[in-house]
């Protein structure tokens, strides 16, 4: 019982919740107490198909750590970076094209590095016998009609039609550049919240709250599930009222708000390809195309009507639609959850050079190293509920928030 307690802390369940039954949980709790029956079993093999999903940020972490010094096997199916990086030592790759499995020995970035180098090693392979099949082909055609070589032309005929062809090696997949457009220019004060207070019926959300986002802050929004993070985030986008206080945009403000359970309006008889390129008119197909194909559209998928997508695609087309028409102030509600590790590095690089304001919300650990430049950690008022969360703000990106917060110290991740 002890374990199973901590098993349950770490993954973010409060010791309330201990004997509540599970149908009074939403689905991604449910999925938190499944994972903590299968950590609390150890099995012998332990089989994970995308175990962060469901997990704010610091139960991700806490189950890094837990799973570090776990005494099986462990098989998982994963699109974070950084957690793999952090847990495993062999990769295998599976590639649809050529039916077969393909294994390597380290954690993701050893695995692209090798992937890298193997695909150099196959293409000079692919080269030299092109080469040398073209020697053999050339000494074949020129000696072809001269008597004293015909039995040299025989051997080289032979010797050709029994080499083992080395198939073209295939192009690894890599993330896609492209030069997004810019967004319109905001004022330095892109939007303020002064003595916000917000509440549901009886629980206190927030109390009081000022906060300021200025023009190219990179916020992310991090705390356990549950705290706010989300609410404060429609907030921001306008998509969530205020009880108290008030909430003043710049007047020249564009706010984009994305959510992966929030569809935006679609033209559902528009196909995907002309839905992309009726949000930006300067965009050529041929880009269209190739931004679609990294978001996972991949060539008859672009003419399916958006009517009949489903939740993840439509989510993935809006989120296309964004970039390539930016506003100048992006609020993201865990833009990770429906791609891919390429489509996450593709998002990544365009956000690298969008030149807006963005806020987010993230459990993906590469993602928010990479892009956040201010923490905002949110947490429950145990103590003092009636004073709403508590919003602590650091002015530094993943590894400083991590350090100056404490949770770098196993206790912080498994009480948070």
């Known amino acids: ?20 039954p599970a149908r009074e949980y939403s689905g991604g709790w449910v999925m938190r107490a499944h994972l903590a029956r299968l950590l609390v079993m150890e099995p ?63 954690n993701y970035s050893a695995f692209l590095d090798q992937r890298d180098k193997r695909y150099e090693l196959q293409v000079q392979a692919y080269r030299n016998q092109n080469k040398e099949i073209e020697a053999h082909q050339e000494f074949i ?71 300021t986002i200025e023009r190219n802050d990179k916020i992310v929004l991090v705390g356990p599930n549950g705290a706010g993070k989300t609410t404060l985030l429609k907030i921001l986008a306008g998509e969530l009222q205020i009880n108290e206080g008030k909430r003043e945009p710049g007047y020249a403000t564009k706010i984009g708000y994305y959510s992966q359970h929030r569809a935006e309006a679609l033209n559902e008889y528009n196909t995907v390809l002309e839905e992309v390129m009726g949000a930006c008119t300067t965009l050529r197909e041929e880009d269209a195309r190739a931004i679609l194909g990294t978001f996972l559209f991949r060539r008859a998928d672009v003419e399916k009507r958006c009517g009949v997508l489903s939740g993840g ?17 992006l609020l993201m509600d865990e833009p990770t959850t429906h791609l891919d590790i390429l489509s996450i590095d593709s998002l ?16 993906d650990v590469h993602f928010i190293r990479t892009l956040a430049e201010t923490t905002l950690h949110i ?29 770098s110290d196993d206790r912080g991740a498994v009480t948070a």
């Not at 083992?164 to 030069?179: D, G, L, Q």
């Not at 145990?382 to 100056?404: H, L, M, Q, S």
């Open 379 to 407: 947490t429950r008022n145990e103590k003092n509920p009636e004073k709403g969360a508590i919003v602590t703000r650091y002015t530094g990106g993943y590894d400083y928030f991590i350090e100056k917060s404490g949770l």
């Open 313 to 329: 695609e439509k989510s993935r087309l809006n989120l296309v639609k964004f970039l390539v028409d930016p506003p100048n102030l």
């Open 141 to 211: 055609e020129r000696f072809r009609q001269v008597g004293s070589k015909a039995a040299q032309v025989q051997s080289r005929i032979k010797l050709v039609e029994k080499i083992e062809r080395i198939e073209k090696p295939r192009t690894p997949r890599k993330p896609f550049k492209f030069a997004f457009p810019q967004p319109p220019r905001s004022n330095q004060k892109v939007l303020e919240l002064s003595k916000m207070g917000q509440s549901y019926g009886e629980k206190r959300i927030y109390k009081d709250l000022d906060l």
């Open 44 to 106: 012998d093999l332990l089989m994970l198909d995308e175990p962060t999903n469901h997990l704010d940020l610091l139960s991700l972490l806490w189950l890094q750590r837990y799973l570090l010094n776990y005494s099986g096997a462990i098989l998982m199916i994963s699109h974070d970076r950084d957690f793999m990086d952090s847990i495993i030592e062999t990769v295998i790759e599976i590639d649809p094209d050529a039916a077969q499995l393909i294994s390597y020995t380290g």
């Open 348 to 363: 990544v690089a365009a956000l690298k050079n969008y030149e807006g304001t963005l806020v987010f919300i993230s459990h």
């Open 1 to 20: 019982e002890p374990k199973a307690k901590k098993i349950l802390s770490g993954l973010g369940f409060k010791q309330d919740d201990f004997n509540k």
